[in-house]
Structure formats: C-alpha cells, structure tokens
C-alpha cells in the first residue's frame, strides 16, 4: 500500500512537472512571436568621394507588416494613419543637399507622414540633436516617436514602388558615385530611392 502512494505521488510531481513545462513554454513560444520587440538597431556607413563616413544611417529592422503599410499609403485606420512614422536617422559629416534644399553637418530624422483624406502620403527631412544615447532610435520599440526638439528642413509627396521582392524587414543601403549618395530603403515589397549630394 504505502509502495503505491510513493507511486501515485511520483506520477503526480511527473504530471505537474510537465503542466508546468508546457506552460512555461507556450509562454515563450507567445512572447517570442512578437517580432517587434526583437528589433534591433542597424547602422550603415559611406564614403563619399574623398569624404570619409560621410554618410551614417541608423534604422531598426522592422518586420513587414503589408496591412499596417497599406494604411500609411492610403489612409483610413485610427492609429496608423494619424502618426508619423520615423524611420531612419541620418548623420551627415559636412554639407549636402536633398532636392534643392541645404543641409548642414549634423544629424537628421527621415520621416513618412501617412497619407490624409487631405494630403497624400509625405516623405519629410528633420534636424534634431540627439541625446546621451547618441540616436533617437529605441531596440525593441517600433513606435519610437520623432525626436521633440526636430525642426522640418524639407518635404514632399512620396510613393514608394510596388511588386518588389519581398524582404521581411525593413532595410537601407547606400552606394556612392560622384560626390552623390543614394540611398535605398526596401520594406516588404516596397522600395524608395533617395540622394543626397554632397556641397
């Protein structure tokens, strides 16, 4: 008798044991399928020319989420569509130019103004002096906002192309020619080309 209660309170650890197990591991597998809190902090560097590390893009690799994207491009979510979203921070070495605007040396904010039922979807440029941490990028937080002492240097009306290859998370090259960098931000199965020209 006492050998099968030594018994049955052996299979009984053995089964809260694996209760637990399991548990503990459903919970991870949950906390683990956020992908964006996984996200980390890339960064790019150019030389220009002569120029050395003239360009510097910091970005996190953002998933691809196609829904979420489709509202900054054609507006209608309450959350989505009524943000900004900052999704880059250059850093220049010297002075350039994007478009027909003046840029100083310094570090900058590239940001997407998710199209309105009164303007379409914005491509903007702003200055800002980041903090201690030397960036306004966060791992782990896709919603970090635009740094608040910013100051917009320029914009526009922004489209980015369509049927790409897919990449399933944000990323940002830049090559040189000239005294010109371009850069490239690929994201799902959209692409944007931008270029700077160095002064």
Known sequence: MKAYSNLARLATTAVVAAICFTSTAALAQMQGTDKRKQTTIQTITLDVGKAKQAVTVKYLNLPWGEKT????????NGFYSTRDWPFAHMKLAGKAKWMAHNLEAGDYVWVVTPKSADAPMNL???KFTPGETGTFLVAGDVFTARPADAVMVASKPVTFERDKPLVDHLEISATAA????SLVVNYGTRSLKEEIALR
Do not use: P, R, T, V
């Open 69 to 76: 994207f489709s509202f900054l491009e054609e507006g209608g």
């Open 124 to 126: 903007s440029l702003w």
């Open 178 to 181: 000239g005294k010109k960098a």
